[in-house]
């Protein structure tokens, strides 16, 4: 069972790790609000970063956001360096959980999940990398298993909604679900929106390095899982989607490679049936269309070469017509924003052989919540933590490096997500 008592010698149940960084900034006043949750209504945190002055900064805006001034006393600071190692250590001695929101974790990430390691501390991140989130499978789940520590990744919008929503529609079906596709849509008000460009960043080398995911994903030695029922076929690269009345496209981000984790654990552990799983977004009519192919063009031929990738970095806005900026979203534009995952599933109702015939049933969920990127993202990463810390008994029996749907398949994370905005339900 997973340690989650703090002592003298470590104090707090979580730290924020970047906590001056755009996404950090959010986590922080996510902690303050649920300080309550925590361990007998309790919850002891600090944050943690490179520089001192950005944290105090940090604290001073959450006080005056959320009208609590004790924060700009009563939370600790903790100075820590990915490019020191010592300063990790010392940090992640400190923690039950690190809240890990420094990125890109392709380059920034592995430092801070070795410290979690080897100094017994759980580590929490938002990343929707994947080629970072199955190195650290490969690299480090012997060794966190060992040590009885958990490194559970994708704790966002990535891909809490979708790994979550997958196993809530498998849980809610009545019978043997065996195929799940979700359609993702975002809404924005009158200020529009649009994301921090670190996410950008994060796309950018993801997609010029994808040839190593390729290898790397060689290196498990994986069977593929077993097929079951009716074989779930692959939509085109543009198509109108009856299920949201718009033109849709294949999902880009973590999600389909993270569900498919979450699914070879529960065959491995729990000897069930997996579900396929197919992932679309909406993109809206034909001006988007437009928008859409000629940035996709622009990005894929500039990303495969060093200048274009510094290109693309350099005038985010431009080349991705304004839905990434290096300034981020305001909090109006946040506060207007909101997301939908709609589910469709299929299987065989019960008593039916699902190697016989065609599914013969059907199920729609919806997963829906407020902003993806800094409302949602930082409810998701924050309960995933205080789920840890309230219910370490209903975690994997042993540590390791885990997807959400592993690691809080048998928890109640998502009825703390519906308490908090993010809502599961069944049309």
Not at 57 to 65: I, M
Request: proline share 5%; hydrophobic share 40%; glycine share 10%.
């Amino acid at each position: 069972m997973a340690r989650v008592e703090t002592s003298s010698n470590r104090p707090y149940h979580l730290v924020i790790f970047g906590a001056s960084g755009f996404t950090g900034q959010f986590v922080v006043e996510e902690v303050a609000r649920t300080v309550s949750e925590g361990p007998r209504g309790n919850l002891k945190w600090a944050v943690a970063g490179r520089s001192k002055q950005k944290l105090e900064k940090v604290l001073e805006q959450a006080a005056g956001v959320l009208d609590k001034p004790e924060l700009r006393s009563e939370v600790d600071i903790i100075v820590a360096d990915v490019g020191e190692p010592d300063s990790l250590a010392a940090m992640c001695k400190q923690a039950v959980i690190v809240l890990n929101c420094v990125g890109p974790y392709r380059f920034y990430g592995e430092p801070v999940v070795k410290a979690c390691v080897e100094n017994g501390s759980h580590h929490i991140d938002i990343s929707g990398e994947p080629q970072f989130l199955e190195g650290m499978q490969l690299n480090y789940s012997s060794q966190a298993a060992e040590k009885g520590v958990y490194i559970i990744g994708s704790c966002g919008f990535d891909s809490i909604p979708a790994d979550m929503g997958v196993l809530y529609t498998r849980d809610q079906f009545k019978g043997t679900l065996t195929a799940v596709e979700s359609f993702l849509t975002v809404g924005s008000g009158d200020a529009g929106g649009c994301i921090h460009d670190g996410t950008w960043q994060s796309a950018i080398y993801g997609f010029s390095d994808s040839q190593k995911l390729q290898s790397l994903r060689k290196k498990f030695n994986h069977k593929p899982l077993p097929a079951v029922g009716a074989k779930l076929k692959r939509r085109g690269n543009l198509f109108f989607s009856n299920e949201i009345q718009q033109y849709t496209v294949p999902f880009m981000g973590s999600d389909p490679s993270v569900v498919k984790r979450t699914q070879r654990f529960v065959v491995e552990e729990y000897n069930a049936k997996p579900v396929q799983y197919g992932a679309y977004a909406g993109i809206g009519g034909i001006c988007n269309i437009a928008k859409l192919m000629f940035a996709g063009m622009m990005f894929w031929i500039l990303v495969k070469f060093s200048f274009g990738r510094n290109l693309l970095i350099k005038h985010p806005e431009f080349f991705s017509f304004g839905l990434f900026s290096k300034a981020g979203p305001t909090r109006k534009q946040m506060e207007a924003s909101s997301f939908q995952f709609a589910f469709y599933g299929e299987g065989y109702t019960e008593g039916q052989d699902p190697s016989q015939g065609k599914p013969n049933a059907k199920i729609r969920t919806l997963v829906q919540g407020p902003e993806c990127g800094y409302v949602a993202t930082p409810i998701a990463m924050v309960q995933a933590a205080l789920t840890i810390l309230n219910e370490p008994a209903a975690l994997p029996k042993t540590g390791g490096v885990y997807t959400p749907g592993a690691a809080f398949a048998k928890t109640t994370l998502t009825d703390r997500l519906n308490k908090h905005g993010i809502q599961f339900s069944v049309i």
